[in-house]
């Protein structure tokens, strides 16, 4: 317990430098938008109960519901990190949801934005109303938030895939993980090592998953290099959100992601 605690007080330092090095995001009205071209972003960081949200620009003329990720930060991490991420995430045609909890392992919070884009998808005053697909939903998260997904997973069945980069569950959460899991890490990954946390976690679920650790990849590779990620992850959701047979292929021993020099250590079960 002591070695976690380390860890996690190693992880909030190397954050806050960080976010100093970035500079603080430019303040938006609560609940404003931000247009990013094909991508909204819905909300701002300086409102802490706030849901923030990116989405395709392309869903407020749509007559169809869209996929969900529901997303979980890193300890201490603000969401204006991801903000590359995220939005690659919407252009892909998904609608992203975050918050600003940074202490959030439980997972607790992660069902409760499932619970709010829920709601908005019944509220005729919202730009998500009826353009929520209920039967295409998946958890992700970074770090902490990789430990939210698979915390959040095992205590609600709504979420139908998961993608876990560089989480830090403890083994026995992730016994309970019977959601389909991609578990994401990094080879210079010193702060959430991944003989410790994230093999553990990909060998103890119960569910179907696939383990991959990026070639170089630090533990804050999500943040500035979102482009190692987007399209793996795309695939998983594709594969398990759409039932996607190439998509699903791309997680299997001589797939992809598997023949992919930028990945190493994969490893694949139960689909």
Not at 29 to 57: R, T
Not at 143 to 167: E, K, L, Y
Not at 210 to 229: C, D, I, N, V, W
Request: proline fraction near 4%; hydrophobic fraction near 45%; charged fraction near 15%.
């Amino acid at each position: 317990m002591r070695a976690h605690w380390k860890r996690t007080l190693c992880l909030v330092l190397a954050v806050l430098l960080v976010t100093a090095a970035l500079g603080s995001a430019p303040a938006e009205a609560a609940g404003g938008s931000i247009d990013m071209g094909d991508v909204i972003q819905l909300g701002d960081y300086e409102s802490c109960s706030l849901h923030i949200v990116f989405y395709p620009k392309a869903l407020e003329s749509s007559d169809h519901a869209w996929p969900v990720i529901v997303w979980a930060n890193g300890t201490m991490c603000a969401p204006v990190l991801y903000t590359n991420l995220l939005k690659s995430f919407a252009a892909q045609g998904f609608i992203v949801v975050t918050n600003s909890d940074v202490m959030n392992g439980n997972g607790k919070t992660q069902v409760t934005a499932l619970d709010w884009i829920l709601a908005q998808n019944e509220n005729p005053g919202s730009v998500f109303y009826g353009k929520v697909d209920a039967a295409r939903l998946a958890a992700a998260g970074h770090s902490q938030g990789g430990r939210s997904v698979v915390n959040a997973c095992a205590a609600d069945s709504r979420f139908a895939c998961a993608v876990s980069i560089a989480g830090s569950p403890f083994s026995s959460e992730a016994k309970k993980l019977s959601t389909p899991t991609l578990f994401l890490t990094g080879t210079l990954d010193t702060f959430v090592l991944a003989a410790m946390w994230v093999r553990p976690a990909y060998n103890n679920c119960t569910g179907p998953a696939a383990y991959a650790s990026l070639r170089g990849g630090l533990h804050t590779a999500p943040m500035f290099a979102a482009e190692k990620y987007v399209d793996y992850v795309t695939l998983w959701l594709r594969a398990w959100l759409d039932g996607d047979a190439a998509a699903m292929n791309a997680f299997r021993q001589g797939g992809a992601l598997s023949a992919d020099k930028g990945w190493t250590s994969f490893a694949c079960k139960g689909f």
